[in-house]
């Protein structure tokens, strides 16, 4: 349909679409004008947003009318930027996710503004839903899209459409069981070809504690589309290019392994001394596993006994410096679905949690004695979904201390900011972070 994406298009790719290539409405692509009767306005978009849902996916463009039927011409007129006294953005969202169940994903639409004018077009861009059919509370009916309209779906489309919908369902659960991530009660819970290979001087055989292991998993929906389509050799490149740059340590690489694997699957990076790897599937799906980085032990010298931690400010940082390149990299194989964000703890039975940010008059915990240790999970895992392009900096932070309030409640602490001053980790302390 458009050559960029959706943020970027401009008045002159509508023109273009519009008045050079004549493109008409069609099975991906559907126009509304200016509202005269709101009901009949608001009836018609949640027929366009389900159809689209429950089909193909495609875009609708509001602000573009139909001036000839016979030879369908249009014409780009533009609309009030206000529906019903309100925002015309808040109010065609609101119409759409109160009406359509489950609520239809869409990508934040795009608000171009009609030159020499006061009006806007605003463009949404559905994509297929992983959870269709969507129902239509309004009139009480599933639509599918067929040639240029919305039709009502029959009965064997509707059963076809939850089969797809349960095949889904059962496809991304079976590629978490293959991978060990579905149930933390298993013994092999976190353990791949991969995962096995980590080594780490903090816990070696000598020490009578399992090897513990961090897994941060992305995992999108649509897993079995091949959604990373470029060439493997570029998509490597663009990995080394841009492992770093990213909060709250910008020098920091995210991929500063440089031991790489080849597959039909993807492409890994490992550590060449085996205590990390970051690994990158053709689908979309990609992990980072690592161990001494932000677990070790130490002697406690009242009581002369090892005392084993997760390091909470390094998690911290370590999830915001993942989530920010997340961003970049489904921006990249142009996934913006929804994602999956998979925190996996292994082996942290009697660990205590290290790295607690200090403030003056603020509690400083050195005596372990005093400090709660996970005596409930030997494995545990932690669940986020979001879309990428949702993400920002402040929705970063967030997401990241709602994570880590997680992870602590997991070790036994219920101290939402313990690593966090005034919604901020502790640079300082993260930037002390070993290099995987």
Not at 110 to 124: G, H, L, Q, R, S
Not at 207 to 223: E, T
Request: a negative charge; aromatic letters at 14%.
């Amino acid at each position: 349909m458009f050559n960029k994406k959706l943020q970027d298009l401009t008045y002159q790719d509508l023109e273009d679409l519009i008045y050079i290539q004549q493109v008409g409405e069609g099975y991906n692509l559907d126009f509304k004008g200016e509202p005269k009767n709101i009901d009949d306005f608001s009836n018609k978009l949640l027929k366009i947003f389900s159809s689209f849902a429950n089909t193909n996916g495609g875009y609708i463009i509001i602000g573009v009318e139909e001036i000839d039927k016979q030879q369908k011409g249009f014409e780009i007129r533009g609309i009030n930027p206000a529906i019903n006294n309100k925002n015309a953005v808040e109010w065609i969202n609101q119409t759409i996710n109160g009406n359509l169940e489950p609520k239809v994903f869409y990508y934040d639409p795009k608000v171009i503004e009609i030159p020499n004018t006061d009006k806007i077009a605003v463009i949404y861009q559905i994509p297929e839903s992983s959870k269709k059919p969507h129902f239509n509370n309004r009139d009480c009916k599933y639509y599918i899209r067929q040639n240029d309209s919305s039709e009502a779906a029959k009965h064997h489309t509707i059963r076809d459409m939850f089969e797809f919908s349960r095949h889904r369902t059962e496809e991304l659960s079976n590629f978490l069981i293959k991978r060990n991530l579905f149930n933390e009660n298993d013994e092999d819970f976190g353990l791949t070809n991969i995962s096995k290979q980590i080594k780490t001087e903090e816990f070696t055989a000598e020490i009578a504690v399992p090897q513990p292991l961090f897994l941060a998993s992305f995992i999108p929906k649509y897993l079995n589309q091949d959604v990373s389509k470029v060439q493997k050799r570029d998509f490597v490149n663009w990995l080394e290019q841009n492992s770093r740059g990213y909060p709250p340590i910008p020098n920091y690489s995210v991929i500063s392994t440089t031991k790489k694997e080849y597959s039909l699957d993807g492409v890994t990076f490992r550590s060449y001394n085996q205590s990390s790897y970051f690994d990158f599937l053709n689908n979309g799906f990609f992990e980072v596993g690592l161990c001494d980085s932000l677990f070790w032990n130490f002697e406690e010298k009242w009581e002369k006994q090892l005392v084993y931690c997760l390091h909470i400010t390094f998690t911290a940082g370590y999830i915001i410096n993942l989530l920010h390149f997340m961003k970049k990299f489904y921006e990249y194989i142009n996934y913006d679905n929804e994602v999956i964000l998979q925190l996996s703890f292994r082996n942290v039975l009697n660990f205590h949690i290290e790295g607690f940010n200090q403030t003056k008059g603020r509690r400083e915990w050195r005596n372990y004695r005093d400090i709660p240790k996970n005596i409930n999970h030997n494995h545990f895992k932690i669940l986020h979904y979001f879309t990428p392009s949702s993400l920002n900096d402040d929705s970063i932070s967030l997401i990241t201390q709602e994570l880590c309030e997680k992870i602590l409640l997991g070790f036994g602490i219920n101290d939402s900011t313990a690593c966090f001053i005034e919604n901020n980790i502790d640079v300082n302390t993260y930037s002390h972070i070993h290099h995987i």
